[in-house]
C-alpha cells in the first residue's frame, strides 16, 4: 500500500466516520526482494521528503503514486512525473527499524486503530525507503553493534519518553517508588504492571507473550530501553541489583540514568495491545 493512498483512506474515513482502518493482508515481503527504482536521468529537482519522491514540472514534488488531490477531493494522476528523491537528504531504512517491524508484523491484526495506524505508516515508510536505499546496500554500510547505546541523562523535573504515539495514556505521578513489576513480553513489551510502595498499580497493554514478575531494586537508577514506534525492550538496574531483560532486539538502545541522589519515581505509558511508549521521572 502507497502512502498517498493511505492519506486518501485516513482522510475519508474521517470525513464519513464510519470506516475503520484494516490491518494490512499483503504478505509479509523480506527487505531484499523490495523493488528498488532508479532515479530518473531527468530531473529538474531532487525531492527531500520520503513520502513525495515524484517530481513534477507543474506541482513540484508529489506522492509515491503520483496523484493529487483535485478541488472536490478526487484523486488525479499528475502527468510527466519523474522519480526524483534525493538519495542523500532521505534516510536508509535502518537494521533497528527492520528488526522491529520483522517483530510487529505478527501482531498487526490484534493492534488498536491507533496502533495499527502507526503501523500502517511504518509498512509504507519501509517500503518507500528501501526503493530509494536497497537493502544489500544497507547491510554493508550498517552493521548493527549491540553495544551500541545512546546514554541519556534522566530528570527529576521532566519525563524521558521512549517509543510511539499510539495507545492511550495512563500514569501515575506521587513522587513514589515502584517496587514490584509483572511482565508480558515476546518480541516486544505486551504488558507492564507496576506495584508502587504506597500499593498503587499502574498496568497497561494485552495479553500476548508470556508473563514474568520481578521485585525491582530498592533504588532503581538506571532504566535501559529498546524502542522505535513501540517499546521493544526494558530492564531495570542499580548498584548491585538488575531485573532480567526482557523484550526483543528490534528499536534503538538507551540507558537513562538518573541523576545523583534520586531514584525511579513518577511512570506514564501509552498502551494499547502492546505498550507504545513509556516515559520516566527520577523524583522519588
Not at 149 to 155: E, F
Not at 245 to 250: F, K, N, R
Not at 268 to 280: E, F, N, Y
Request: aromatic share 14%; proline share 5%.
Amino acid at each position: 500500500m502507497m502512502f498517498f493512498t493511505l492519506i486518501l483512506y485516513y482522510c475519508f474515513a474521517r470525513k464519513e466516520d464510519t470506516q475503520s482502518i484494516a490491518a494490512p493482508t499483503k504478505p509479509f515481503v523480506e527487505p531484499w526482494r523490495i523493488p528498488h527504482i532508479e532515479v530518473s536521468k531527468d530531473c529538474k529537482k531532487l525531492c527531500e521528503d520520503w513520502a513525495t519522491p515524484y517530481f513534477s514540472s507543474a506541482d513540484g514534488c508529489v506522492g509515491l503514486n503520483r496523484n493529487k488531490l483535485s478541488d472536490d477531493g478526487d484523486a488525479v494522476v499528475i502527468a510527466d512525473t519523474r522519480f526524483c528523491p534525493d538519495k542523500a537528504a532521505i534516510e536508509a531504512w535502518t537494521v533497528e527499524e527492520e528488526l522491529e517491524f520483522e517483530a510487529l508484523y505478527p501482531y498487526r491484526k490484534m493492534l488498536e486503530e491507533s496502533e495499527l495506524m502507526v503501523f500502517q505508516e511504518m509498512t509504507v515508510e519501509r517500503e518507500m525507503k528501501l526503493a530509494v536505499h536497497p537493502w544489500q546496500m544497507l547491510l554493508q554500510n550498517k552493521i548493527p553493534d549491540p553495544q551500541d547505546r545512546r546514554r541519556i541523562q534522566g530528570s527529576a523535573y521532566s519525563y524521558r519518553c521512549f517509543g510511539g504515539s499510539g495507545g492511550g495514556w495512563r500514569w501515575y505521578e506521587k513522587r513514589v517508588r515502584p517496587t514490584k513489576l509483572r511482565v508480558r513480553s515476546g518480541r516486544y513489551i505486551d504488558r507492564l504492571e507496576f506495584t508502587f510502595k504506597d500499593g498503587y498499580q499502574l498496568y497497561g497493554g494485552g495479553n500476548g507473550g508470556g508473563s514474568y514478575y520481578t521485585s525491582l531494586p530498592s533504588c532503581t537508577t538506571i532504566v535501559l530501553v529498546k524502542s522505535g514506534r513501540y517499546l521493544d525492550a526494558i530492564q531495570f538496574l542499580s548498584q548491585g541489583y538488575e531485573t532480567s531483560y526482557y523484550g526483543g532486539s528490534g528499536g534503538g538502545t538507551y540507558v537513562v540514568a538518573a541523576p545523583q541522589g534520586k531514584c525511579l519515581g513518577d511512570i506514564k505509558m501509552q498502551t494499547g495491545s502492546l505498550v507504545d511508549k513509556i516515559c520516566v521521572k527520577f523524583n522519588a
